[in-house]
Nanobody, 132 residues
Framework: HVQLVESGGGSVQVGGSLRLSCSVS??????IGWFRQVPGQEREGIAV????????YYSDPVKGRFTISGDIAKNTLYLQMNSLKPEDTATYYC????????????????????????????WGQGTQVTVS
């Protein structure tokens, strides 16, 4: 039984920080990420990572402010969110799914995560983040 459980959401002032956690059980993920959704809008990928932590992508709105990381031993994913803005208010989800492939500068191949929600088939229930 695959389960992803997010925690760490809450209310924070503009400019503040929050750290979200996602505990994964029943599944050894290869690519995993954080997504968010505002009512009436499509869910968007904001930060994704491969299991090794060697390929990471961020959406432009969060680049430089959010950091994704993972603890393989704990099968847990994190999202450190700094310099929060009102437009970061959303329900945040973690999800695990398929990887693509990419070449590294040294000529090897590694798993490449994608920000596209359609590539993810296991989802958590979401945690609310409110910035005001």
């Amino acid at each position: 039984h695959v389960q992803l459980v997010e925690s760490g959401g809450g209310s924070v002032q503009v400019g503040g920080s929050l750290r979200l956690s996602c505990s994964v059980s029943g599944y050894t993920y290869n690519c995993i990420g954080w997504f968010r959704q505002v009512p009436g809008q499509e869910r968007e990928g904001i930060a994704v990572n491969n299991r090794e932590g060697t390929s990471t992508y961020y959406s432009d709105p969060v680049k430089g402010r959010f950091t994704i990381s993972g603890d393989i031993a704990k099968n847990t994913l994190y999202l450190q969110m700094n310099s929060l803005k009102p437009e970061d208010t959303a329900t945040y989800y973690c999800a695990a799914g398929r990887c693509r492939r990419e070449w590294t500068p040294t000529g090897s191949v590694r798993r490449r995560p994608t920000l596209a929600t359609r590539e993810y088939n296991y989802w958590g229930q979401g945690t609310q983040v409110t910035v005001s």
